[in-house]
């Protein structure tokens, strides 16, 4: 089992300023890395609106700057996004930034890939909504070609690439693990069909209504679901065995748990193909959480390796 920190960057009005602090958030990676958490990732809202920021957003910063950043201050750590809202950037663009981030990271980087859900984001960005769908396949099969060709050719729906060039590529070849976000059915088959892992959102209608996703209420709905999308691997031909499935906010079904509750369930997810998970950490403040980081290390995380 792998453990994913999702640095939450401000979390309190008495404690804003460490949050988004460069020094204090290089000190939040290393302290992550040495409690042994296996990723750190950041989100990706270039310009949501103040309703939604209001209504329980969050603040955010460059995730491709952002971890370039974090690369530096760490060593072993993969470097994720949770998730790239693909459809707002030009691909190529898109393109540029991963590799960006995958060689300061000497290999570290893993992107998890969505459509994106906030139409007042898709507005000010200037990105047809209902175009969504059509434009992430696009860039997908955009990106891998970059990845892959000296002279890459491309008629795209709002561009075209006319013999170009990516240098310098990638370190992971072909190309980062590239993981799929969301619960609808057609995310599950595109995971089935390319994906490197599956990153589900957990939650009751209320989540799923404003992301515009598929439920996934209970851990039961979530392995159902994991078993179909490695049957439609093994139909494709695919190893079902190498696909990483994240229930990044699955800590949340034991909250309260004692420790050795904590290792019985992670146990349990493993048995489910759940590969990674989320690492718990209190964010009433920059202090609490650097010491919750340090004691689920010491506590839950010493037990399992």
């Known amino acids: 089992m792998k453990f994913m920190v999702q640095y939450p960057l401000l979390c309190g009005p008495d404690d804003d300023s460490r949050w988004i602090d460069p020094d204090h958030i290089a000190e939040f990676a290393r302290v992550a890395e040495q409690a042994g958490a296996d990723g750190i990732a950041l989100t990706d809202h270039p310009a949501p609106s103040k309703k939604w920021y209001d209504r329980g957003g969050h603040a955010t910063i460059d995730p491709f700057v952002g971890l370039g950043f974090i690369a530096a201050a760490t060593s072993r750590v993969r470097l994720m996004t949770t998730l790239t809202v693909v459809p707002y950037r030009n691909p190529l663009l898109t393109a540029k930034s991963m590799t960006a981030v995958d ?17 007042s ?3 000010a960005l200037g990105v047809d909504f209902e175009e969504r769908n059509e434009l992430f396949d696009e860039a997908v099969e955009v990106m891998k070609g970059v990845w892959s060709d000296d002279e890459f050719r491309y008629a795209g729906r709002h561009f075209d690439a006319l013999g170009v060039i990516m240098r310098p590529g990638p ?10 976000g969301g619960n609808a059915k057609v995310v599950r088959r595109r995971v089935a069909e390319w994906g490197d892992g599956w990153m589900p959102m957990l939650g009751g209608p209320q989540l799923t209504a404003t992301t515009r996703t598929a439920e996934i209420a209970t851990l039961d709905d979530l392995a159902e679901h994991v078993r179909e999308i490695k049957g439609w691997m093994a139909d494709a031909g695919r190893d079902p065995s190498s696909l990483d499935v994240s229930a990044a906010e699955g800590t949340r079904f034991f909250a309260g748990a004692s420790v050795q509750e904590q290792v019985d369930q992670l146990g349990r997810f493993e048995e489910m193909g759940i590969t990674w ?9 920059f202090d609490a959480a ?15 390796r």
């Open 103 to 119: 060689v300061l990271s000497k290999g570290r980087a893993t992107f998890v890939l969505g459509t994106g859900y906030l139409r």
């Open 121 to 123: 984001e898709f507005a």
């Open 171 to 180: 370190v992971q070849r072909p190309h980062p693990p590239l993981w799929l």
């Open 290 to 304: 650097l010491d919750g980081l340090r004691r689920y290390g010491d506590e839950v995380l010493a037990q399992l």
């Open 277 to 285: 998970t989320g690492f718990p950490f209190p964010h009433d403040s």
